[in-house]
């Protein structure tokens, strides 16, 4: 498995359920990655390095990149994973949680995208791959805030899908439904019986489980490689069907 094969990639929320998944799949298929997290965690592998690093930051958006143009001299792959969740109404919303998660999912993608892309110009076949979710195109209830965040993410997508694919620069969204990783568990931990939540919430699914970190990486394994050379500005659901399907007749 060498897909991606002299390829560079800068993957935020690396240490996190879907990113360390991504940063390892990517390593396998032969690219030099940078997980990038607020807490640089011990690298698995000697094809990725770790980096302490805060979307919200505008320095360390800076920082970063000026070194991996010394490092690498271009970036071929960048994956906006980091995020953040609030499991709120509008209503128990404070103004400093809404500002944060903005600032995390939304104002974080904006940044590090901004500083990456004169590497990723640089880049023969550049892809960028932003986490939005099906939250983005349907309301899961009492997450008001993160929903909103994951549509301006869509919106975001395909405005810089028009604005870099003259550069041959690509761009796209992920949108996962359940993926089990440590944000699903704290959404789990504050309902009451989690075991039959959890039962719930695979049995609403046409595929009857929920999503693993690996499910992700493999379609964002593709996206980033050349084989999806023609596929942009696109948000693409990942949900084991959960969004396919008409939930009244479950009622
Ligand atoms: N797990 C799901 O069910 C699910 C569903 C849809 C979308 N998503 C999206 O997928 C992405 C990855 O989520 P996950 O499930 O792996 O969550 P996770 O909580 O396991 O990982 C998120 C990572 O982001 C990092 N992070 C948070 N704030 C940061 C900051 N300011 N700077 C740098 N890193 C920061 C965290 O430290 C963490 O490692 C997120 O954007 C999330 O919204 C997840």
């Given at each position: ?5 002299g390829k560079t990639a800068f993957v935020t929320g690396g240490a996190g359920g879907i990113g360390s998944a991504i940063c390892s799949r990517f390593a396998k298929e ?171 919430v695979r049995d609403v699914h046409p595929i009857r489980r929920y999503g693993t970190p690996d ?37």
């Amino acid at each position: 498995m060498t897909r991606l094969s002299g390829k560079t990639a800068f993957v935020t929320g690396g240490a996190g359920g879907i990113g360390s998944a991504i940063c390892s799949r990517f390593a396998k298929e032969g690219a030099q990655v940078v997980a990038a997290d607020l807490t640089a965690e011990e690298a698995p592998s000697g094809n990725i390095s770790s980096l302490r690093y805060d979307v919200t930051n505008e320095e360390d958006a800076k920082m970063a990149f000026e070194t991996l143009l010394e490092r690498w001299g271009k970036l071929d792959i960048l994956v906006n994973a980091a995020g953040i969740e609030i499991e709120k109404t509008i209503e128990e919303t404070s103004l400093e949680e809404w500002n944060r998660i903005f600032a995390v999912n939304v104002t974080g993608m904006f940044l590090t995208s901004k500083y990456a892309l004169p590497l990723l110009r640089r880049s023969a076949g550049a892809s960028v791959i932003n986490f939005g979710s099906y939250d983005g195109f349907i309301a899961d209830p009492g997450l008001t805030a993160y929903c909103a965040t994951k549509g301006a993410v869509h919106a975001l997508t395909r405005a810089m899908a028009c604005d870099h694919g003259p550069e041959g620069i690509r761009v796209n969204a992920i949108c996962p439904g359940y993926v089990d990783t440590p944000m699903l568990q704290s959404f789990f931990r504050d309902a009451g019986d989690i075991d039959s939540l959890k039962q719930s919430v695979r049995d609403v699914h046409p595929i009857r489980r929920y999503g693993t970190p690996d499910d992700v990486a493999n379609l964002v394994n593709w996206l980033a490689s050349d084989e999806a050379r023609y596929a942009t500005g696109q948000l693409w659901v990942i949900d084991g069907g959960l969004s396919a399907q008409v939930q009244q007749m479950k009622l």
